[in-house]
């Protein structure tokens, strides 16, 4: 059986379910839309997907339950998407954004994850944004952050052999057929038309790469 796990702040939280009930373990983001399609697809292997994205947080607070909520589960591919808090952390001044920990702390948490886990497929998804809602005021700023954070997953995907699965330009594109609050409502959560735009881009990438699942 092959377990899948996917980490990463509210976008990939979709309010989960924290009990052991089947109908509510995924929560209602991407990570539902792609266990539904392959669960159901892959039906005769019964893969294992697991959610451990917890809303607002940090690549820091991943690192900081990494033990518990990654390594202990023994995951044969772990799907990754995180960075929107630290900017947000950042752009509202607050204490816990001074410095700017995303690029340090995602390194040491993937070169742990490759020592203690050589064999896990990695696969790690571009942050992104649209100018709506809580990025519009200081959206340059936005752009700024995140550009940069997409770099820094880019080159970490490259770096550690990752499959990385870009997003930005998908919401762009969809922003030529509906405004940008209709697949993000606040300019960094996505509609449920926005999770399945991840969805999309998750089994176009994953599934044309070495960490398919068949």
């Not at 839309?33 to 893969?47: N, T, V």
């Not at 809303?55 to 990754?80: F, H, T």
């Not at 919401?171 to 609050?181: G, L, Q, S």
Request: hydrophobic share 40%; charged share 20%.
């Amino acid at each position: 059986m092959t377990t899948i796990l996917f980490q990463g702040d509210s976008i990939t939280d979709g309010a989960r379910g924290r009990s052991e009930d089947p109908n509510h373990l995924l929560g209602h983001s991407y990570a539902y839309l792609i266990g539904a399609k392959l669960g159901y697809e892959l039906g005769e292997k019964q893969p294992l997907f697991i959610n451990r994205g917890i809303s607002g947080n940090r690549v820091s607070d991943l690192y900081a339950r990494w033990n518990e909520d990654a390594i202990a589960l023994k995951p044969d591919l772990i799907s990754i998407l995180i960075g929107v808090n630290d900017a947000w952390r950042m752009m509202s001044g607050e204490p816990s954004g001074v410095t700017d920990r995303f690029g340090r702390a995602y390194k040491v948490l993937l070169e742990e994850t490759r020592e203690v886990m050589p064999d896990t497929g990695l696969i790690l998804l571009e942050p992104f944004i649209l100018k709506t809602g809580a990025t519009e005021e200081k959206w340059e700023e936005w752009q700024q952050i995140i550009g940069l954070y997409q770099n820094i997953t880019r080159e970490l995907a490259e770096e550690f052999g990752a499959v990385y699965v870009p997003l930005q330009a998908a919401f762009d594109e969809a922003c030529t057929r509906a405004e940008a609050a209709y697949w993000i409502w606040d300019g960094v959560h996505p509609t449920s038309a926005g999770h399945q735009i991840i969805a999309n881009q998750w089994l176009s990438v994953v599934q044309s790469s070495k960490l398919a699942l068949s």
